[in-house]
């Protein structure tokens, strides 16, 4: 997964009067997630050495200051009063979020590859990780209405973004049970946490559904295909065919102009009907009309329910990359910051 990229300039705030605390910003966010960024990263470099006591050193650091920028994140939200403040909280809180989203991608990836007390620290954290990305969702949702009509459908695509995921810790989980190699009771622990993360996907999948008509207008349906096809069903797909399905809405997403992957005027209705075309290997229409036809035979192939083969989604962005040019367009342009920051 992409790294999470550096994000635009906002305008200093205003000084304000003496507190009790000090009011949480978009910078102290930033530099929770910096902080959490660095210790990940860690992390994984020390899963891969084999260095169990390095990898639970900066597992802590990592949760504490995702844990941190999620705080910082929802307390802005808490204390805004104008559509502006909402905005820059929902910036905070998209960071944090994706944050949380690369805490849980590692640490699922190393449950198998640690040992000892370690390997039980490193299960026993996937749930409470999985559960502070939610609570950023959560958060998201609710100052949805507070922001300005024109960025709502912007920050709809953010939530659904990061609800859906890439499903990477199902697999991760998955993986690491069918090995056969995990002590009893970090299996229980793996077995409950890859539960939660399905049964999260699941429930992502209905709040996409309801945020369909928020959303812009071009992809909501090709989204409403793939999630009339999947929802009913989502807790019998197979792991790696549930990345596909997640990697096909984040392609969709990642596919509005205003995430800098195509535009208007590269295809139709933003182009995404030509990039979906190439991704799934079909004509490359430059419309959304054939789109329907080719979901249907990809889901279909997939789910057992329809004539079209399982062919994979390759090239699917991350959804990091995908958050990212979201977010760089909402704040870029709504608060008046800089240029946009590239999506990759």
Do not use: C, W
């Not at 992390?43 to 050193?57: I, T």
């Not at 299960?123 to 209405?145: E, R």
């Not at 036809?293 to 279909?300: H, Q, S």
């Amino acid at each position: 997964m992409a790294a999470l990229a550096t994000l635009v300039a906002l305008p200093a705030t205003a000084s304000a009067a003496p507190a009790k605390s000090a009011a949480p910003t978009k910078a102290a966010v930033q530099a929770n997630v910096d902080k959490a960024t660095k210790a990940v990263k860690r992390v994984k470099r020390y899963a891969r050495l084999g260095d169990s006591k390095a990898v639970a050193k900066h597992l802590k650091i990592a949760r504490s200051q995702s844990a941190a920028a999620s705080r910082n994140a929802r307390r802005m939200a808490n204390r805004a009063d104008t559509q502006s403040e909402n905005l820059r909280a929902a910036q905070a809180l998209t960071m944090a979020g994706t944050q949380y989203d690369d805490l849980v991608e590692a640490i699922t990836a190393i449950v198998d590859q640690v040992t000892g007390k370690t390997q039980t620290q490193v299960a026993s954290s996937i749930v409470p990780s999985l559960a502070g990305k939610q609570k950023i969702i959560d958060v998201l949702n609710q100052i949805l209405p507070q922001v300005p009509a024109e960025a709502q459908p912007i920050i709809a695509s953010i939530i659904a973004a990061l609800s859906a995921g890439d499903a990477n810790e199902v697999v991760n989980l998955s993986s690491a049970l069918q090995t056969g190699g995990l002590p009893v009771n970090v299996s229980a622990i793996v077995t409950q946490a890859l539960g939660t993360a399905t049964a999260m996907i699941d429930e992502a999948f209905g709040m996409i559904q309801s945020l369909l008509p928020m959303l812009p207008a071009a992809v909501q349906g090709p989204l409403a295909q793939v999630l009339n096809m999947v929802q009913s069903v989502v807790g019998t797909i197979v792991p790696t065919v549930l990345t596909t399905v997640t990697g096909l809405i984040d392609t969709i997403l990642g596919s509005l102009p205003f995430v800098g992957a195509t535009s208007a005027s590269a295809g139709g209705a933003f182009g995404l009907g030509g990039l979906l075309g190439g991704i799934l290997g079909g004509a490359g229409s430059d419309s959304l009309g054939g789109i329907g036809t080719t979901l249907d035979g990809l889901l279909g192939g997939l789910l057992g329910g329809g004539s079209g083969g399982s062919t994979p989604v390759a090239g699917a962005g991350g959804i990091m990359s995908t958050v990212t040019g979201l977010l760089n367009n909402l704040l870029g342009g709504l608060l008046g910051g800089g240029g946009l920051v590239p999506s990759t």
